[in-house]
């Protein structure tokens, strides 16, 4: 992969490095409150609010244990070499200095200094150069973050929310909101394959027509993760979050296992729209309020802020400011211990902009190597910065095989698995090898909460460059195995897009495939089940009618010498078996198919059967031949069976049995035979 970064400049870095000397341990009792000390009438109080994560919207919560200093010069490396030239934040946040001899004709008297940091707390870093200049990156400067304390009056206190530091003068590159910025470090990204991410995206009006390749990146990123157990959530911003030309954030984590999963997700932005200005703060507080965690929030963004809070800024240029803004609310998402990864896209970030990449991320830009562990990156275009994004999609993935698994809906048949959805909690695989030292592999690994429907085999190869895997599922009852091309798994190489080869395999756990996995590849195999439809129970009933010239009489009453015995075949593959007439026969499953019959006998009797039909189906008239097939297509069928007689005239068959059907039908026996 080429990787053409443009780091922040250097000299700017040296600044960094040359503003901030080692210093010494905090003062004793750092984090306790303090009240801000008065000035008697020869000192003076120079007090600076210090502040860390958000709070609350436009509101910094304090920060202790912010070491600052007072410098002689602007361009001081060195502090004041003093005790009353050092102080330490206490519980409050504030951090203030008292300087001794301001009184009238005093040393100090009507002095200029300058606040600068030399420390900050355990698990904090310090930002002692900021970029301001237009939100279009030209004309960029490396501001030193420090600031003039007014001239020095005995009895005289000196806020920064107030007389010095503060600023609404937007003309004034170095306007700060008089509370001072530190960084959270940034929390490590997780080492497992596969991540919970917001994926924040700015829209603002300089993107211009480069959107459909910020939306490939997106794509990108999407389209990286699928075949991992990864979820992303998604926001936009441009002087406001959601961007005001978009309107919705999507905080919800949405599952991108799956192609439909990604698509889905892609979906959701395809159509998005630019709008005006940048806002960092409030792109990163809207993560930061989400009610999901995220592994890591991802901003891909092509400029400076030049807005904070609500519509504050001039939208033009960026100022401490709107930095200082972003900082607090990227220090809340990383309070959540949500890594920060800044990517600048362009122009409009390269060189010195850096420096504000750097702030809400972390110190570590990306060198073309360390994808895995930089928090901010400066890529020449959208493209690369998609490619970038891919890597970091995949660093955990390397070595690892992960198995989707997707449940298909039950109207499917054969190997269609339209409409497949990721599989819930509870389908439980085991992963084996027979490459000689190839270890690590777990006895089973079990599907989550998480709506990815996966699980992940990491191997320890050894020395093997790629190791045979075997996986079983241990298949859920209810459900069946829907192969793909005769395929019990279709395997990807999430690397380089190819299908991987698969052999069916059998498994003690149940059906399964073996696999080879590559040292420096992801393998991702997705296996289909359906759930089997569940079968509705049926039973089926045959009545027996005797048409006896003409006269119609229920089996049992009809005249002498004729009988017949009903078979049906079923439940099941049982063949044909006697079954008594007008009694039903359970066991049957709605769109069983059963096989009607008789045995006729007119033994003893004159009578010749001319005609052996079903006459009656559910209530219907009908004239089906028998043997006759009926299918089940509700859970109660109702048949009648209708034998035709003709008798020798004159016979034994006496007028006067009262048990025929009359000649309408109706079983007034007006023309009975005898027995």
Request: one cysteine or more; proline letters at 7%; hydrophobic letters at 35%.
């Amino acid at each position: 992969m080429n990787h053409r970064i443009r780091l922040a400049a250097a000299g700017a870095f040296a600044l960094v490095l040359a503003a901030v000397p080692a210093a010494g341990a905090a003062a004793p009792g750092a984090a306790a409150h303090r009240v801000v000390p008065v000035p008697g009438p020869d000192s003076t109080v120079v007090t600076v609010r210090t502040g860390g994560d958000r709070a609350a919207t436009d509101v910094p919560a304090p920060l202790a244990g912010v070491r600052l200093a007072l410098f002689a010069a602007p361009d001081a490396t060195q502090p004041i070499d003093a005790d009353w030239a050092r102080c330490t934040s206490d519980a409050d946040g504030d951090c203030s200095f008292v300087v001794p001899d301001t009184g009238a004709g005093e040393d100090n008297n009507g002095r200029v200094l300058r606040v600068g940091q030399t420390g900050a707390p355990a698990g904090w870093y310090t930002n002692p150069v900021l970029r301001t200049g237009p939100g279009s990156g030209s004309n960029s400067v490396a501001s030193p973050y420090r600031f003039r304390t007014p001239a020095l009056l005995g009895g005289a206190t000196y806020r920064s929310t107030r007389e010095f530091m503060y600023s609404t003068d937007n003309g004034l590159p170095t306007r700060s909101g008089g509370v001072w910025q530190t960084s959270r470090d940034n929390p490590p990204l997780s080492s497992s394959c596969g991540l919970d991410v917001a994926l924040v995206l700015d829209l603002s009006a300089s993107v211009g027509s480069q959107l459909p390749a910020l939306k490939n990146a997106a794509d990108a990123f999407t389209d990286a993760l699928t075949g991992t157990p990864s979820r992303l959530a998604l926001f936009s911003f441009d002087q406001e979050s959601p961007s005001t030309s978009v309107g919705v954030n999507y905080p919800q984590l949405q599952s991108v296992s799956t192609p439909a999963g990604a698509a889905a997700f892609k979906s959701r932005y395809a159509d998005w729209t630019l709008g005006r200005g940048t806002n960092w703060d409030r792109a990163l507080w809207a993560v930061a309020r989400a009610p999901e965690h995220y592994d890591a929030a991802v901003v891909l963004t092509d400029g400076n802020p030049t807005r904070f809070g609500s519509l504050h800024g001039d939208g033009a240029n960026t100022h401490f400011i709107d930095v200082e803004n972003g900082i607090f609310s990227a220090n809340s998402v990383k309070a959540e211990d949500t890594r920060v990864i800044a990517l600048g896209v362009g122009k409009g970030v390269e060189g010195v902009s850096g420096l504000n990449l750097r702030a809400i991320s972390g110190p570590t830009g990306f060198d073309g190597g360390n994808t895995a562990t930089a928090d901010y990156f400066q890529t020449a275009d959208y493209g690369q910065a998609g490619q970038e994004l891919r890597a970091l999609a995949l660093g955990n993935c390397t070595g690892t095989l992960n198995v989707v698994k997707q449940i298909v809906p039950p109207g499917t048949t054969g190997e269609d698995v339209a409409g497949a959805e990721p599989a819930g909690p509870g389908w439980t695989f085991g992963a084996s090898t027979t490459t000689p030292g190839v270890t690590g592999l777990p006895a089973s690994e079990t599907t989550g909460a998480d709506g990815t429907g996966t699980v992940t085999f990491t191997p320890s190869f050894g020395t093997n460059e790629q190791a045979a895997v075997t996986v079983g599922e241990a298949q859920h009852p209810g459900y069946e195995l829907v192969t793909q091309g005769g395929r019990n798994a279709v395997c990807t190489d999430l690397d380089t897009g190819a299908d991987v080869p698969v052999e069916n395999t059998a498994t003690a756990s149940g059906p399964g495939f073996t696999v080879d996995v590559p040292r420096q590849d992801a393998v991702s195999c997705t296996v289909y089940n359906r759930a089997a439809e569940e079968e509705e129970p049926a039973d089926v009933t045959v009545d027996k009618v005797w048409d006896v010239d003409g006269h119609r009489y229920p089996d049992g009453s009809q005249p002498d010498g004729l009988s017949a015995e009903l078979t049906l075949t079923g439940p099941g593959v049982t063949p044909a078996t006697p079954q008594p007439w007008g009694v039903a026969r359970p066991g049957y499953s709605v769109g069983d198919a059963v096989t009607v019959a008789e045995d006729v006998r007119t033994e003893g009797s004159e009578c010749t059967v001319t005609r052996s039909e079903v006459t009656g189906v559910d209530g219907a008239t009908v004239h089906l031949p028998l043997p006759h097939t009926t299918v089940l297509t509700g859970p109660h069928r109702h048949l009648t069976v209708t034998n035709t007689v003709t008798c020798r005239p004159g016979g034994d068959h006496g007028s006067d049995h009262d048990g025929g059907y009359g000649d309408d039908g109706d079983g007034s026996g007006g023309h009975g035979y005898g027995r």
